[in-house]
């Protein structure tokens, strides 16, 4: 079992940013494909981007493309997801996933083994 942490969420004003981060201890991402999705109150899990760290393609929602961005290290040991530019909208809490490159066939939450714990973002306006 991968046990995931993700961190870096917090309270940030419309316009700002963040970064989240996700790891897992003595577990390489290699061989992976990693998500961040996100839960607002009252909503639906829904994918906010991927990263195959097999071909390093990416997936973004259209919510979010040209403000997010996701990334890894050379180690594979880590997955960042840089917000900038950031919308009330874009609250909600904010969980990495993992699934192995041979089960991915995109960014949909239904697919991903294995969670982390969520991290909260909230934008004030």
């Known amino acids: 079992e991968v046990q995931l942490q993700a961190s870096g969420g917090g309270l940030v004003q419309a316009g700002g940013s963040l970064t989240l981060s996700c790891s897992a201890s003595?577990?390489?991402?290699?061989?992976?494909?990693i998500g961040w999705f996100r839960q607002a109150p009252g909503k639906e899990r829904e994918a906010v981007s991927c990263?195959?760290?097999?071909?390093?393609?990416?997936y973004y929602a259209d919510s979010v493309k040209g403000r997010f961005t996701i990334s890894t290290d050379n180690a594979k040991s880590t997955v960042w997801l840089r917000m900038n530019s950031l919308k009330p909208e874009d609250t909600a809490v904010y969980f990495c996933?993992?699934?192995?490159?041979?089960?991915?066939?995109?960014?949909?939450?239904?697919?991903?083994?294995?969670w982390g714990q969520g991290t909260q973002v909230t934008v004030s306006s």
């Open positions: 990263i195959s760290t097999d071909n390093l393609s990416t």
């Open positions: 996933a993992v699934v192995v490159e041979g089960d991915y066939n995109g960014c949909t939450a239904s697919d991903f083994d294995w």
């Open positions: 003595r577990f390489s991402f290699d061989d992976y494909a």
